[in-house]
């Protein structure tokens, strides 16, 4: 079992309390939006399953929410598109693993049509291959 990196855990927790309390204050800030949801990513990987799953869901609505109100905000699109590659990684059937795969693939694409040569954009649309393909194959 993987020790636990109790300082990066609580950083991410505190990092997820500002950005509430933020949002409270201006709910159309994006780039706090933006900060909340990448917390909240990155706080999933220290759940079970169903937290994980549900910390995610939560993160995708607060970067959707940014990119209402800033759509060419990429790091919030970038973001988007790992969300919904995590939930593809841990859904339970195909039609659910393809929904998420055809919606993250679309946020690298568009980032992709703006900055053609962004390496962590190609290697997320990479990364997302293999898994579309391990998952139809597997």
Known sequence: MEAIDWR??????????????????????ADNLTIWGSALLQLSS?????????????????????????????????????GFTNLALMAPDSNEIKGYIDKASECYQKLLQVD???KSYIRSLERLKKVHWSVHWS
Do not use: R
């Open 116 to 118: 053609p040569g962004n």
């Open 8 to 29: 990066s855990f609580f950083l991410l927790e505190d990092t997820c309390n500002i950005a509430e309390a933020n949002y409270l204050k201006n709910p159309s800030d």
């Open 46 to 82: 220290f759940q079970n399953d169903q937290e994980s799953k549900k910390m995610i869901k939560d993160a995708i609505s607060k970067l959707e929410e940014a990119l209402v109100i800033n759509s060419i905000k990429h790091d919030a699109l970038w973001l988007l598109g790992n």
